[in-house]
């Protein structure tokens, strides 16, 4: 025996001689809708991909290097826009409402604006993300809307490569204590992951010669960008790793 619903599709496909109109409830069903498919044009990797990152920096061997890339919690919810300083181990994080390209290209705006050109030039030289597309238009993280003026350059991991920037990958290892897998980012407000950074910034690392990362970028850029950036360092001994952060500031 046949479902009813099979028995549409064969009358749909003509290999049972009724017609739809002799299925008077048929006619009143609503043919499913197709879910829309977003597909991004990869001609926006052409000259950016990870072969002409390396040669790049071969040819600009001291330029430090900005590795973007997202932290996502429940599905389809708020995600992370994270910003990793290689050469520091320092990650900044902002939250976004969805995983889209102006929402990145946004925040980048934000920050020339807060910095300066000067400012923002000197920390962003050159960027390194995955192949997300929020990250698909490297022409509005690259260039200044107002003017027009180059600020940064963006480059683009191998597909299915994210130890090119793994840095930043690992850097998230310490966003997972606070925020695990599947959690819904709509709870935190940018306070709240300001607040988690500056512990996670705060925490003193071997590969840094037991430094914290906001030390090791004070010493090349200084307390004024720290403080354009918000950021603010927390004593070693007040240093948490989990989210308990969050009750002791609402507890203070």
Not at 10 to 33: C, H, Q, T
Not at 145 to 169: H, I, L, M, W
Not at 176 to 195: C, H, N
Not at 202 to 231: A, H, I, M, Q, T
Request: with cysteine; net charge positive.
């Amino acid at each position: 025996s046949y479902s009813e619903r099979t028995i549409y599709r064969l009358i749909d496909s003509r290999l049972i001689s009724a017609m739809n109109l002799d299925l008077p409830r048929k006619l009143r069903f609503k043919g499913r809708r197709k879910k829309k498919e977003y597909k991004v044009d990869k001609k926006y990797r052409i000259g950016r991909d990870f072969d002409c990152f390396q040669k790049y920096m071969e040819e600009h061997p001291d330029i430090p290097v900005t590795q973007l890339d997202s932290v996502e919690g429940k599905k389809g919810g708020k995600v992370l826009l994270t910003v990793h300083f290689v050469k520091c181990e320092m990650m900044l994080a902002f939250m976004r409402d969805a995983n889209t390209a102006k929402s990145v290209s946004d925040i980048f705006d934000d920050l020339y604006l807060k910095l300066g050109d000067k400012e923002f030039e000197n920390i962003f030289k050159v960027c390194l993300a995955d192949n997300g597309s929020e990250f698909s238009n490297p022409t509005a993280i690259e260039v200044d809307p107002v003017d027009g003026v180059v600020r940064t350059r963006v480059f683009y991991c191998d597909p299915n490569a994210p130890y090119q920037k793994g840095s930043a990958e690992r850097n998230h290892e310490f966003i997972r204590g606070f925020i695990p897998k599947g959690v819904d980012l709509g709870q935190y407000s940018q306070d709240d992951i300001t607040l988690m950074m500056n512990h996670i910034n705060s925490y003193s690392r071997e590969s840094l010669g037991n430094k914290c990362p906001y030390d090791v970028f004070r010493f090349f850029y200084g307390d004024k960008l720290l403080n354009l950036l918000g950021c603010t360092t927390i004593p070693a001994k007040q240093v948490t790793l989990n989210k308990s952060v969050f009750r002791k500031e609402v507890a203070e």
